[in-house]
């Protein structure tokens, strides 16, 4: 019996822990990468602005998952372009991605799904540094409200995902300098 006691002690203690973490840990998980280009921005927005694009030429996760499924909505770019994905839960997932805003050379917004993990927003801003060069910077943003462990995942966002922001951006940078 004494057994029983200490273990659910140790359980009581884990999930205390888990609780106080995950509700001290923001609500809101910010993430973002940027990258300068030797390009102008209207060179760059076309690939920003097409979620076709996006995949076919510069996404860091286009090759994970070969037999993964691709479809795509009758508009091509701009809001209300949408792009969704079925592949392997442990390479890509099942997910989709919407274009809900498009500033022409300046911004485009995205809203994510992704099965049984919320809807988060990304997003690409695009400045002019002048002298025919750009910076991308490519955000992420999560609201996990009042779930602990979403709120932890969080803390973890930065590590988890940008290093395949750097490398997108690393291909987006490659390609553009070389048109």
């Not at 037999?67 to 209300?80: D, I, P, S, W």
């Not at 801003?125 to 943003?141: Q, Y």
Request: charged content about 30%; hydrophobic content about 40%.
């Amino acid at each position: 019996m004494t057994l029983l006691y200490i273990l659910l002690g140790v359980v009581g203690t884990l999930v205390l822990l888990v609780l106080l973490v995950g509700f001290t840990s923001p609500r809101v998980a910010r993430m973002k990468r940027s990258t300068e280009i030797a390009a102008p921005p209207d060179r760059i927005f076309p690939r920003l602005n097409s979620l076709k694009r996006f995949v076919d030429e510069w996404s860091p996760w286009t090759g994970r998952d070969p037999a993964a499924k691709h479809t795509y909505n009758e508009k091509a770019e701009g809001v209300g372009a949408k792009y969704g994905w079925d592949g392997d839960p442990k390479k890509v997932g099942t997910g989709s991605m919407e274009i809900v805003e498009s500033v022409p050379n300046q911004r485009v917004k995205i809203k994510l799904w992704f099965k049984g993990r919320g809807e988060p927003f990304a997003g690409w801003l695009l400045e002019d540094l002048g002298g025919g060069r750009s910076r991308v910077t490519w955000d992420f943003e999560s609201d996990a409200g009042n779930n602990p462990i979403g709120r932890i995942f969080g803390r973890l966002m930065d590590k988890f995902l940008g290093p395949d922001y750097e490398k997108g951006l690393a291909k987006l940078k490659e390609i553009c300098e070389k048109t």
